[in-house]
């Protein structure tokens, strides 16, 4: 057999993890050798190092020794030969190797190795260069730069179409889209996938074409984008299904498209095809994904109006499983959520404790830890914060023991939130300052950012401004290191709210024009609307009058409605409605801002948002006053103050009651004029 078949049936025997990869990679290197055709006996070589390494480290899971003496040998024999092609082949096995499952010290030899590879290959304007690119975007998205994983992404793709190497550029393709989704950017992430599968397509690889559909899935479920992760889910499943390719693909593909249905609000549909998916699964004798199609009937049947029928398929998930390790922690944190989608939170805790006891018992930590942090969230929505403290404490024993300084940082984050609310504020800094410098000393810089964010929640619950705004931009700096937008427009949001509570009106609309800017350019919707309403309500407050300012606020206003409408998100709905109709009060069109405010108070009634009915009520009676309906203003009035002495919101109360003692003035007294007042909170 000539050398470029056996090389091509190693490559793709390397995909399968057939055991002959090794001899026909070996034969074929030799053959070339015989030849002179050093590129590809190089090429046959990174084959056999491929193989050795996967065999012990993925398929044995032991150190890859038979990996590492091959490139020891060839990288000694190359030197002294002086071919710097190889050298250079052997160093980017080398960064392979230590790129996966050998530790974050050996993760950052693999970078420095890799780039040592990458300045040969252009010194010898070597073709490989194209791939050391890819593999250094893999480890600068490994060591979580996905800026920099992005820029050699880029290159990647430009060399590999510039050597018409089409299977490297899709795969740079999607090695860029992990890095754009590692930094939210989901909407362009979803677009190079496309561009990816695209490829697979023309190529024929229609395994791969359909893993680039899951992508797409996942990453237009997360750009907010339900019919297009429709779309992709169900033509990927499709695909797998024709082929009967299974590896967990099927299941995969099934729960983006059931993600997608139930965000489209076809929630019983979902439950039916993942019925007939687990069927399917048990009679072709694949037992766990027969129990994950179950998990995903009930994750449908829990977004119903019948979430006890999420129950049923758990026990079908049950049997499916026959007793596999780990399943009964996951069916009882099912339970878990379909009794919390039931209201049922009593219940509910009991479910996450049994499953966090028995995560103990099968000695899985990560699911313990999973299942402690589950605790922790409902206990603390439950205001229950003592056993929120106590989640938080039992994670972070766990993780001390086990050296994760990691996990350490987070669980002690969770305790400081916990502890704002059932201690002191005090003990709450102490302790974020604490996972502060725990973070900078192992060098988590994820970590120290999500530290700083939290002090500076804790310093503006003192009433210390100016320290949660320094604390706040010493967040945004090293956010921005990142290269996480969706986190950096968060950090303008809380930067531009901080400015306008310290009496910096100008800073704050800076701020939040900037946020709006990199939603726009990030596809964070949600977050754009909510820096949309914040720059109405700095323009609001600044009493500007020019046609300027009035154009500005009604097209801020109108975009957030519009935004929020495609959204579907009734909570950010329900706020754009109520400062698009403050906007229209205050330029002198209450008829219309009427019927904009009474839709947002019937929409906090539905959500039972209760703190944004006294001020849907108030914006009312404001609205009909400015109207010249000194009655229908009064009654308004009386219900705002009657709701906020119901839910005992003093302030809201206090409005109320002024508002009414100014309405019932003397008739020659001039009716006050519409303002400004707080927005409802979104509802959770």
């Avoid at 939040?512 to 914040?534: I, K």
């Avoid at 959204?567 to 008829?591: I, K």
């Amino acid at each position: 057999m000539a050398a470029s078949e056996l090389l091509e049936e190693a490559r793709q025997g390397l995909d399968e993890g057939r055991p002959e990869v090794f001899q026909k990679a070996s034969e074929a290197f030799e053959l070339f050798q015989r030849g002179q055709d050093d590129a590809r006996a190089n090429d046959a070589l990174r084959v056999m190092i491929s193989f050795q390494h996967h065999q012990a480290a993925v398929k044995e899971r032991r150190k890859p020794v038979e990996a590492l003496q091959l490139v020891e040998e060839h990288l000694a024999s190359a030197r002294a030969s002086g071919n710097r092609a190889r050298e250079a082949c052997v160093l980017l096995s080398l960064a392979e190797i230590n790129m996966d499952r050998r530790g974050q010290k050996k993760r950052q030899e693999a970078l420095e190795v890799c780039l040592q590879a990458l300045r040969i290959f252009q010194e010898l304007q070597d073709p490989h260069e194209a791939l050391a690119q890819l593999i250094l975007t893999n480890l600068y998205f490994k060591l979580e730069r996905p800026d920099k994983a992005q820029q050699a992404a880029a290159m990647a793709v430009e060399l590999a179409g510039l050597t018409a190497e089409p299977v490297l550029r899709a795969k740079a393709l999607h090695a860029g889209a992990l890095a754009l989704a590692a930094q939210h950017r989901y909407a362009d992430a979803a677009q190079q996938a496309l561009e990816a599968r695209g490829i697979f397509h023309e190529e024929g690889n229609v395994k791969m074409e359909a893993a680039q559909l899951v992508s797409v899935a996942q990453w237009s479920l997360k750009a907010s984008k339900p019919f297009q992760a429709l779309g992709a889910a169900e033509e990927a499943l499709k695909i797998f299904r024709g082929l009967r390719y299974g590896k967990g693909w099927q299941v995969r593909a099934l729960g983006f498209l059931c993600e997608a249905l139930v965000e489209l609000k076809q929630a019983p549909k979902a439950a039916k095809l993942a019925k007939e998916l687990e069927a399917e699964f048990q009679q072709a004798g694949d037992w766990s994904s027969a129990a994950e199609a179950a998990e995903l009937q009930s994750y449908a049947w829990a977004n119903t109006e019948k979430p006890e029928r999420a129950m049923e398929p758990l026990e079908a998930a049950r049997e499916a499983a026959q007793d596999q390790k780990g399943w009964a922690v996951r069916i009882l944190q099912g339970q878990a959520v379909a009794f919390l989608h039931a209201g049922e939170h009593g219940e509910a805790l009991r479910k996450l404790r049994r499953a966090c006891a028995a995560a103990h018992a099968e000695g899985d930590v990560r699911q313990e830890l999973t299942t402690l942090r589950q605790i922790f969230r409902v206990t603390f929505d439950r205001g229950d914060f003592e056993a929120a403290l106590q989640a938080a404490e039992d994670s972070w024993q766990i993780c001390h023991a086990a050296g994760d300084s990691k996990g350490e940082v987070r669980s002690a984050l969770r305790w400081a939130a916990a502890a704002a609310n059932a201690r002191t504020l005090a003990e709450a800094v102490a302790k974020v300052k604490d996972a502060q410098e725990t973070s900078v000393a192992s060098e988590d810089r994820v970590g120290e950012a999500q530290a700083l964010k939290l002090l500076s929640e804790l310093r503006k619950l003192e009433g210390d401004l100016d320290a949660a705004l320094q604390a706040a931009e010493e967040c945004l700096s090293l956010v921005r290191g990142l290269g996480d937008l969706l986190w950096e427009a968060e950090l303008l949001h809380i930067l531009a709210q901080l400015n306008l509570a310290d009496g910096h009106p100008e800073e704050a609309a800076q701020v939040a024009a900037d946020g709006c800017q990199l939603c726009r350019t990030s596809g964070d919707r949600p977050r754009l609307v909510q820096l949309l309403l914040l720059a109405v309500e700095v323009a609001l407050k600044d009493d500007g009058d020019g046609l300027g300012q009035r154009r500005q606020v009604l097209r801020w206003s109108g975009e957030a409605l519009a935004v929020a409408g495609k959204l579907g998100d009734r909570g950010l709905r329900t706020l754009a409605l109520y400062w698009r109709a403050q906007v229209l009060g205050v330029l002198g069109r209450p008829e219309a801002g009427l019927s904009l405010a009474r839709e947002a108070l019937e929409l906090c009634m539905k959500l039972k948002h209760q703190q944004g009915e006294p001020r849907c009520w108030l914006l009312i009676a404001q609205l009909h006053l400015a109207n010249g309906a000194k009655d229908e203003a009064l009654r308004a009035a009386e219900s705002a103050q009657a709701v906020a002495m119901r839910m005992r919101d003093l302030e809201a109360e206090e409005e109320a009651n002024q508002f009414i003692d100014s309405a019932t003035r003397k008739k020659d007294e001039p009716p006050p004029e519409p303002t400004a007042a707080p927005a409802p909170a979104p509802a959770a």
